[in-house]
């Protein structure tokens, strides 16, 4: 059977999926917060579960808590193709960022059983724990860890804010397996995604073919000052480690914008100690996020952080420690996946061009152990990380099409 154009998947189950899915862990503006390895976490994997068991697929699940849902093919000693992405939420995040490259996955499979098609290679949808990294750091932590970025003990070891370890909160919600992370092996990954930025919105293209990742570095700085009374203590007796993240703050923004257009950099973390009205901030501890897709510019901007921060806290006397919490090096993703992925919108006759991912994805870790790739779909005004995330349920279809056929080139159809 060949790849036809009408070969489509059903768009109305998928936004069904998508809207059934987002009744669990509601955020407070209709958005999402279901947080890696919450009880909400563990909601929305046993409705994926359910749903995957429905569809006949063999549910796998890692010592990181990873779900790999398996439909069997007809050669059993061939390599599966893997699609999916990840269910959990930023704590005030959309419906879609990595759901829809689950639940795309799955409605691919769905299709496929409802036309019986047969594929050489099995298909495995994927789950990864802990993609987002706001409750754990690093992003992408399960998916780094089978690809041998990271240890499993000292994933485990992460900290949240009250000091729970990731390893606790996995068997205290109950999704730690027994499987080996890492062993098994991949034909091709292909990872469905919203965009998260403005470009395919703004150009009126329906699918971005992501050619490359924007490598990431997280620079988690502490600033050391002296607790004191807001009132009483003279200006030039001060040690504000508030004032010295306030000064880091505008350092990040100016060594971004130097390397304008394409570095970006903010602090979205950032915690004062004791946090008090009338107390002059002791400590802050925040987190830098640096991106480019040019990793002498990522260099760049780590050593003048480093240098900027040091001048800034000499000045004020303040201490300073620095300490890399999570990142990886630009990616290029592999050109078969990649052409697999163009021939798809080609065929389907749906506007596309080539793009570079801007936000990090498990894709960007599993290219590190086997052929991957993206697909991206537009979002409304670009937004996500943000409850007010939109996309359509023609956008929603269009990739999950795209996905389906790059999937079946690459799987290869049993007539
Ligand atoms: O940070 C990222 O780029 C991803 O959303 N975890
Ligand atoms: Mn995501
Ligand atoms: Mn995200």
Known sequence: MALESNLRIDGARLWDSLMEMAKIGPG????????TLTAEDGEGRALFQK??????????LDQMGTMFAKRAGTDPDALPVYVGSHLDTQPTGGKYDGILGVLGGLELIRTLNDLDI???????????????????????????????????????????????????????????????????????????????GPILEDEGKDIGVVTHGQGLKW??????????????????????????????TILVDDIALSHAPNAVGAIGHCDVYPNSRNIIPGRVV???????????????????????????????????????????????????CVAAVRNAAERLGYAH???????????????????????????????????????????????????????????????
């Open 51 to 60: 749903w995957c068991e429905e569809a006949g697929l063999e549910m796998g």
């Open 118 to 196: 047969k594929t050489r290679h099995p298909i495995v949808v994927v789950n990864w724990t802990n993609e987002e990294g706001t409750r754990f750091a690093p992003a992408m932590m399960a998916s780094g860890v089978f690809a041998g970025k990271f240890t499993q003990s000292w994933a485990y070891s992460r900290e949240d804010a009250d000091g729970v370890t990731m390893g606790e909160a996995l068997e205290n919600v109950g999704w730690r397996g027994k499987e080996t992370v890492g062993d098994r092996q991949m034909h091709a990954m292909f990872e469905l995604h919203i965009e998260q």
């Open 286 to 336: 925040f987190t830098v996020d640096f991106r480019s897709p040019d990793l002498a510019v990522l260099e760049d901007m780590e050593a003048r952080l480093r240098a900027g921060a040091k001048e800034i806290c000499d000045k004020d006397g303040l201490g300073l420690e620095i300490e890399i919490v999570g990142g990886f090096d630009p990616i290029t993703f592999d050109a078969g």
């Open 353 to 415: 061009r080539d793009l570079v991912s801007g936000a990090g994805h498990d894709a960007c870790w599993i290219n590190a152990v086997a052929p991957t790739s993206m697909i991206m779909c537009p979002c409304v005004d670009g937004l996500s990380h943000n409850e007010d995330e939109e996309i359509s349920v023609e956008w929603a279809t269009a990739g999950t099409d795209v996905l389906l056929h790059a999937v079946l080139e690459t799987a290869e159809i049993v007539d």
């Open 219 to 248: 620079i988690q700085i502490t600033v050391t000052g002296t607790e004191s009374h807001t009132g009483s203590t003279p200006m030039p007796m001060r040690k504000n480690a508030g004032l010295g993240m306030a000064r880091i």
């Open 28 to 35: 407070i503006r209709g958005g999402n917060n279901r947080q």
